[in-house]
């Protein structure tokens, strides 16, 4: 009786690990199929007036509750990233649009790293670390060059949002250099974003709908690239001299 509760009691831990990830996914799947029509383009655009008097009123609220639902849509992995960032501008203007998207992401997924890591992410880890082979020289590449590794998976735009928040949770980043790296990484991308927003109140007027293909085209595209290249750079550095540390 005594080993039956005593296993039990290890069990419920271990179970327990997982319910962080599994509420995630519960709450984006119903997100998924309940929310399109309320994080949409039309959406901003039919609630603009409404959106505009709210901040008017209640400025330091509206901040906050802007901050919370960009927080909650980035961490439950909701669909409407993008609207919120394009609202931020829209409401906050381009400065200070950016800094509360990229605090209301950085928080977003910080959530999503946390549950990860306390999900799989110590197991994983410890696994690759006892691997042998290509798995076990990987994952000692990204250990070296951490710093490097975490801005470039933010910088590049290839890199699915969702897989840049979780691969760090798998190979034991330490949550200050997460933390720092999606801030910063994310600030360029953002602020394009955030700009694009910024001028919505003419895209209303002509009854269009904004370019959100403009991180794509070369001026802004390149300027992303090269800040890739550039925390790529101690990667090569280390590749070439040797050296294990800069």
């Given amino acids: 009786m005594k080993r039956d509760m005593t296993q039990t009691s290890k069990a419920k831990p271990g179970f327990a690990r997982y319910l962080p990830l599994i509420a995630i996914l519960v709450v984006a799947v119903i997100g998924a199929f309940t929310l399109k029509d309320y994080l949409s383009f ?94 076990k020289k990987i994952k000692d590449g990204i250990d070296e060059n951490q710093w490097s590794m ?51 109140g003419e895209v209303f007027a002509k009854g269009e709908t904004p370019n959100l293909g403009i991180i794509f085209e070369p001026h802004i595209l390149f300027p992303i690239l090269g800040l890739s290249v550039l925390a790529l750079l101690p990667v090569i550095v280390k590749a070439v001299t040797g050296k294990k540390d800069i």
């Fill in 42 to 135: 039309d959406a901003l655009r039919d609630n603009r007036e409404a959106l505009i008097a709210f901040r008017d009123s209640n400025y330091l609220i509206a901040v906050i509750g802007f901050i919370v639902i960009y927080m909650a849509i980035v961490g439950f992995s909701l669909p409407g990233a993008t609207i919120a960032t394009l609202t931020g501008g829209f409401l906050f203007g381009t400065a200070f649009g950016t800094v509360f998207n990229v605090t209301g992401a950085t928080l977003g997924a910080t959530l999503i790293f946390l549950a990860a890591r306390y999900g799989f992410g110590e197991k994983l880890g410890a696994k690759l670390e006892s691997s042998q082979g290509a798995v």
């Fill in 150 to 200: 975490l801005f470039i998976i933010r910088l590049v735009p290839a890199v699915p949002f969702f897989l840049a928040n979780l691969i760090p949770a798998f190979l034991e980043v330490p949550l200050h250099r997460y933390v720092i790296s999606t801030f910063f990484g994310i600030m360029l991308g953002t602020f394009v974003f955030t700009a694009v927003g910024a001028g919505l």
